[in-house]
């Protein structure tokens, strides 16, 4: 077994200058994550979270200390090899979904593809299985707009994992679902989980964050507590 993590953050840092002000998004953030974990990261508005998930993303890049993703230091990458690491190891799933209005299902599942350079049958083979796998193999022809709220979701969840990524990260995956919905999303990324796939999630509800195995709590830029979802969550809802 490789015994590099997955994901190693060690000190870092995130500031934002608004004219005179520093703003510290992240004020020395240092956990390791490893493949295979299932892992929720919470926090109320303002606590870092967001910032996290896009340095998590490769969306941004830290001012202070290091972050390694399968152990290459992002800091040292270009931004062509940014976008070919975000390209090849992450997939992306939105609170909003982020879906192409005006095209099928299907064609917005092999967009990750085409950006790739993938050949067309390819492409179309392996959009066709991952929209099966999320189950939505009788929906392939449907636009956004002929799908409800957690058929979207699930659009979005095939698009991510159709480049077979490293890592799935959710940014508030059940944030414009209701409760129904959204417990049959939770149920799907536990399932792509128990399949092998790393998944990271945002989110500021205790109860989503209880079903993950670990929880990372974040407050004003730091790592405040680290353990079992449940756990985690039990704290939070304590001090409610």
Do not use: W
Not at 53 to 76: A, F, I, K, N, S
Request: aromatic content about 2%; some cysteine.
């Amino acid at each position: 077994m490789d015994p590099t993590p997955l994901i190693s953050l060690d000190d870092v840092r995130r500031t934002y200058q608004m004219g005179d002000e520093s703003i510290h998004a992240l004020a020395g953030v240092t956990v390791s994550i490893q493949q295979g974990e299932f892992v929720a990261i919470v926090g109320t508005s303002g606590s870092g979270k967001t910032t996290l998930m896009h340095l998590l993303g490769c969306l941004d890049t830290p001012t202070g200390g290091t972050y390694r993703l399968h152990g290459v230091d992002v800091q040292e990458l270009s931004d062509d090899a940014l976008s070919e690491l975000r390209n090849k190891e992450i997939g992306f799933v939105f609170q909003a979904f982020n879906l192409m209005p005006r095209v099928s299902a299907l064609r917005n599942v092999e967009l990750p593809l085409v950006y790739r350079g993938t050949e067309p049958a390819e492409r179309r083979a392996r959009a066709e299985r991952a929209l099966a796998r999320v189950g939505l193999a009788d929906r392939m022809s449907h636009q956004p707009n002929q799908l409800s709220g957690g058929q979207r979701q699930r659009v979005a969840i095939a698009r991510a994992l159709v480049t077979e990524p490293s890592l799935l990260l959710a940014d508030e995956p059940t944030g414009n679902l209701d409760s129904t919905t959204g417990a049959e999303i939770m149920a799907l990324l536990r399932e792509l989980h128990a399949a092998g796939n790393t998944v990271i999630l945002v989110t500021h509800e205790p109860a989503i964050a209880a079903q993950a195995d670990r929880a990372i709590r974040l407050a004003d830029g730091l790592v405040v507590q680290d353990g079992p979802g449940p756990e985690v969550a039990a704290s939070i809802r304590g001090q409610e």
